[in-house]
């Protein structure tokens, strides 16, 4: 397939999952995304109750490490249900065909123009407009897909895009790195067959 087609493959996907959510949302239905984050916040056993912002902005750089192969994929765990929704997701995986999919997350991971690495490269430069123009189309795309964590750094990196501060800037971007990791490895545990 050729570039052009597939990136207009791909807007039109964007452009159909947003139109569902519009008409879900006027047809009465509950916020998916506010019941989800309820639904995390009120810990049915007290021994699962996980602070999810503290998880997923403290993640030690040895727990990123890929998980033994002799475990067989799980379901998203608490943690991995902070970075992903999985409900959001699996429905936008359910409309696409698995090479469109693998090509939609490349625009969000793959160095050095997907979306995180841009938004990255932008908080190092320091151009507050470009990162703030950055940060919200990263959060349009996280969110689509359901992929939590990135939606968070990326909705701060949007609201702090104004602060004339390179260790705040490096900070943040660091932070989405690790996000970004996190949300690879618990896509690969939740469907292995992804090449993310």
């Not at 989800?36 to 912002?53: I, Q, S």
């Not at 793959?110 to 995180?116: F, I, L, T």
């Not at 430069?125 to 359901?146: C, F, P, T």
């Not at 004339?164 to 490895?185: K, S």
């Amino acid at each position: 397939m050729h570039q052009p087609t597939v990136a207009l493959l791909i807007a039109v996907s964007v452009l159909v999952m947003w139109l569902v959510f519009l008409l879900r949302r006027q047809a009465g239905h509950i916020d998916d995304l506010q019941r989800t984050l309820h639904e995390l916040t009120v810990a049915r056993d007290p021994a699962e109750a996980v602070d999810l912002d503290k998880s997923a902005f403290h993640t030690p750089l040895q727990e990123l490490e890929p998980a033994d192969a002799a475990h067989p994929p799980q379901a998203p765990t608490a943690s991995a249900t902070g970075l992903i929704d999985a409900a959001s997701y699996s429905e936008v995986v359910s409309m696409m065909p698995p090479a469109t999919m693998d090509e939609l997350l490349g625009t969000l991971f793959d160095p050095p123009e997907g979306g995180v690495h841009v938004l990255v490269a932008s908080l190092a430069v320091g151009d507050a407009a470009q990162i703030a123009h950055h940060a919200r189309k990263l959060k349009g795309s996280a969110n689509l897909l359901g992929f939590r964590a990135l939606v968070r750094t990326s909705a701060q990196i949007e609201r702090l895009a104004q602060e004339d501060n390179p260790v705040l800037r490096r900070e943040l971007g660091n932070q989405l790195l690790v996000d970004m990791t996190r949300t690879q490895q618990a896509l690969r545990r939740y469907s292995p067959a992804l090449t993310v």
